[in-house]
């Protein structure tokens, strides 16, 4: 087998895929190195985000929240169901056969766009050189003309909660539960928390999330957040804020978490604990001495703009460099540097990056909030639009949320677009674009929706920016 190739790309995940495929396209030779295990023990392609992130995360949000609809939401449309049930192993099997379905099309799309795809582990020398270990344990040194790391991330620990795989868990474990948990403690009301607590609570699950800053979501804009936060309390997610973990301890009773507030030492008694508290980059064993890739002060390996490390012809992409820990980020950045690889002209514009967390109701954002756009000297102007006046929405019983767009006051440029509602992880995707094209907020006003269609909603955000709006009140 041919040992050189023009590229190598350590890491399979959805930065490292897309990069390899991307890189084939353009008629390079491409080896794509990833080391992802299985608990047990086999081994697969698509990283964190499909293994034991992205895609098995939202298979279990649809099916917790198809039975939170059937059980709150149907009898409202005239749908009577007797006795609904649920079956927690079926929900599982779906999942992972989602899961299994989506890791082997990877290596279908490496077959047809012509990557080799290597299982094992793969470690960069100086000069270019990689030292590939086969699952076997056989090594091969392998030479490139270029190599792109896309390492990924791992959960952060947190001391004095130490995983221990069975009570004490990270996401992943969270996703593996094979019965719902009587009582259990989320440590961090971020994304996970926030999507896997929403998960393990729809089905049962008596869930305290435990978060240390006294904000609610403070990437957010402020105004989403309070109302994310009051949905969520009224789902029964118990959500304390200001609470600092000091440490678990496991007894015959569950696990007891103790924890500081602003009123003394508390406890919290549970049978599961998810710590969620963030993620880091991964890089362990990763470079050999000399190979000119420096990592910074937190792990990240450090690159410019365009995702060089500054060792010659060497690259980083996804989770293990700077910015937020995204798949779409990372898959953006593996195509923009394959396509700079084949000389051609790649570019990732981190301002319109969206963010989307998957609950109910859903939340999605793109841009600056707000309150970042007046911190960064902005005069804004801002439209909102509650989903209650949308008729869509109305027809779906999904009322809740609102769209709000935040412009600049003197240009009218869109500076971000925050939506909490149905389907905004969809709905973003127009703002996105729109940003993508500079547009302004009157742009967004002329451009037709379909009626009745949830996206009216962004339209009439758009018009209520400038007291335009037509289905609500200018106030
Ligand atoms: P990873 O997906 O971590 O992939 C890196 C791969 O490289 C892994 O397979 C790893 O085994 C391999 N590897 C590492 N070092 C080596 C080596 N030396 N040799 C060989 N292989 C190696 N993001 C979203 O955008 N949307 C979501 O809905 C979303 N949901 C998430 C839910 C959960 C529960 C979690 C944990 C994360 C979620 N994320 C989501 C984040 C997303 O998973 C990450 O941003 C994304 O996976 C990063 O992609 P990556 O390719 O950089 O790294
Ligand atoms: P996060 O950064 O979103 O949230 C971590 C939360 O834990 C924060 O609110 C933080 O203040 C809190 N925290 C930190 N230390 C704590 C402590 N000691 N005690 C209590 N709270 C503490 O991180 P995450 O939820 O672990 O997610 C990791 C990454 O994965 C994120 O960067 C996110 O972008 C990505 N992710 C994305 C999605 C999505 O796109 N829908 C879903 C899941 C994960």
Known sequence: MNDSFDVIVIGGGPAGYPAAIRAAQN?????????????????????????????????????????????????????????????????QQRKAAIVKGMTGGILALFKAAGVTPLAGHG???????????????????????????????????????????????????????????KRLCVIGAGVIGLELGSVWRRLGAETVVLEALEQFLPMADSVVAKEAQRHFRKQGLDIRLGAKVAGAKTGKSGVEVRYADKSGEQVVVVDRVVVAIGRRPYTQDLLAEGTGVVLDARGFIQVDDHCRTGAGNVWAIGDCVRGPMLAHKGKEEGIAVADLIAGQYGHVNYKAIPSVIYTAPEIAWVGQT??????????????????????????????????????????????????????????????????????????????????????????????????????????
């Not at 992130?53 to 939401?73: F, M, T, V």
């Not at 091969?140 to 790391?149: D, P, S």
């Open 27 to 91: 008629k390079l030779t491409v080896a794509c190195i990833d080391g992802w295990k299985n608990r047990d023990g086999s081994s697969a392609f698509g990283g964190s985000c499909l293994n034991a992130g992205c895609i098995p995360s939202k298979a279990l949000l649809e099916s917790s929240e198809l039975l939170h609809r059937a059980q709150h939401e149907f009898a409202a449309h005239g749908v009577q169901l007797d006795g609904i049930g649920f079956d927690v192993t079926r929900m």
């Open 370 to 475: 707000e309150e970042q756009a007046r911190a960064a000297g902005r005069t804004v102007k801002t439209g909102s639009f509650p989903f209650a006046a949308s008729g869509r929405a109305r027809a779906m019983e999904a009322g809740a949320g609102f769209c709000k767009v935040v412009a600049d006051a003197g240009s009218d440029e869109i500076l971000g677009v925050h939506i909490i509602g149905p389907m905004a992880g969809e709905l973003i995707a127009e703002a996105v674009l729109a940003m993508e094209y500079s547009a302004s907020s009157e742009d967004l006003q002329r451009t037709i929706h379909a009626h009745p269609t949830l996206s009216e909603a962004l339209h009439e955000a758009a018009l209520a920016a400038d007291r335009r709006a037509i289905d609500i009140p200018n106030r």
């Open 123 to 181: 470690r960069l020398l100086p000069g270019r050189k990689v030292e590939f270990t086969g699952a076997d344990g056989t090594k091969r040194t392998l030479q490139a003309k270029h190599v792109v790391l896309a390492s990924g991330s791992e959960p952060m620990p947190l001391r004095g909660v130490d995983f221990d795989g069975k009570a004490i868990v990270d996401s992943w474990g969270a996703l593996e539960f094979e019965a719902v948990p």
